[in-house]
């Protein structure tokens, strides 16, 4: 779902940013991250190059 600027969080942004960064310093913390269903990719994306939906394997 899409967010206004006033919704969007800055500070998860910033903290993915740091650590994407530099992933070797800490990956269980990027790893627990990544858990965030913010960021979470679904089991079907629209497939611009096929034109239809698509799933994930």
């Known amino acids: ?3 206004t600027d006033a919704e ?3 500070d998860f942004i910033d903290r993915m ?3 994407t960064r530099q992933p070797d310093r800490d990956p269980s913390a990027l790893q627990r ?6 960021i979470a990719v679904p089991d079907t994306v629209f ?3 096929l034109g239809r939906p698509d ?3």
């Open 1 to 3: 779902m899409r967010q």
């Open 8 to 10: 969007t969080d800055l």
């Open 17 to 19: 940013a740091a650590l």
């Open 33 to 38: 991250a990544y858990q965030d269903g913010r």
């Open 47 to 49: 497939s611009a190059v």
């Open 55 to 57: 799933r994930i394997q």
